[in-house]
């Protein structure tokens, strides 16, 4: 009843639709949340976005430094001309916490059903720069990383990672010069006990930050830690 009356003084929409939402639907109408573009990534330890995300690991990699492979996952495919990528971007820009917290929880829920993601103790967002957190107001990878951190009983540590001076948008740069705007910018604030570190992100685009992530992590954690990450989209080619 309450939601109802809600409903008539400030009617909700579909996030990627537009359509004005029923009583029973939350942030998708029926129509929109039937053909979400799920990866089911969390199902496959190796998967394409995995794949990449070695690959560029591996471009880095110290000579004679053995490395695991990283685990990585997203619940739903971003690409420019489809819709749905207003579902990532009503979190980071347009300060939908409810729907970033909702659509965060079910990528948690899948995840949580699968073994390789089990042993997670760890979970530790991307970090924004102090200036940038303060004119958006919040971490949007945060928000991410408490609700999958909730979802598998771990660890979240979300000042554990530090983001040591500001860089330029990654928005309009190629790949090597995404990986060369942040490499070397994190650094892991204080060490501490993990098995199984997640890193989360919004979006997974070319990996770049997460990459310069993984090895500030790995750099002060030592290499018997594993490292994976999770992001709410991945770009499709």
């Known amino acids: 009843m309450i939601r109802e009356m809600m409903d008539l003084v400030m009617p909700r929409e579909c996030l990627v639709c537009g359509r004005r939402l029923g009583v029973q639907e939350r942030h998708l109408c029926i ?10 990534y969390w199902e496959r330890s190796h ?3 995995a794949d990449q995300f070695n690959a560029l690991l591996e471009q880095l990699r110290p000579e004679g430094e053995p490395m695991t492979y990283a685990y990585a996952t997203a619940l739903l495919f971003y ?3 489809n819709p749905y990528k207003r579902i990532p971007q009503a979190l980071k820009y347009g300060s939908n916490l ?7 929880a079910r990528l948690g829920a899948f995840m949580a059903r699968m073994p390789q993601w089990a042993d997670v103790d ?4 991307v970090p924004l720069h102090a200036w940038r957190k303060w004119q958006r107001g919040y971490n949007q990878a945060e928000v991410i990383a408490a609700e999958l951190a909730r979802a598998l009983h771990a660890t979240l540590r979300a000042d554990a990672l530090q983001r040591t001076r500001r860089t330029r948008s990654q ?4 790949a090597q010069e995404r990986l060369r705007n942040v490499f070397g910018v994190f650094r892991l604030r204080h060490l501490f006990p993990a098995r199984h570190v997640l890193l989360v992100d919004d979006t997974f ?3 770049a930050t997460l990459c310069a ?5 790995r750099k002060a954690l030592g290499p018997s830690v594993r490292i994976s990450i999770a992001t709410l989209a991945v770009v499709e080619a």
């Not at 760890?122 to 967002?125: D, F, H, Q």
């Not at 928005?171 to 190629?174: E, F, N, Q, S």
């Open 98 to 104: 409810q729907a970033g917290r909702f659509f965060s």
């Open 171 to 174: 928005t309009r740069l190629d």
């Open 79 to 81: 690409h420019h001309e």
């Open 31 to 40: 129509w929109c949340a039937s053909d979400l573009p799920y990866t089911a």
């Open 205 to 207: 685009t070319t990996g």
């Open 122 to 125: 760890t979970v530790i967002p």
């Open 47 to 49: 998967n394409a976005m």
């Open 213 to 217: 992530c993984y090895y500030a992590v």
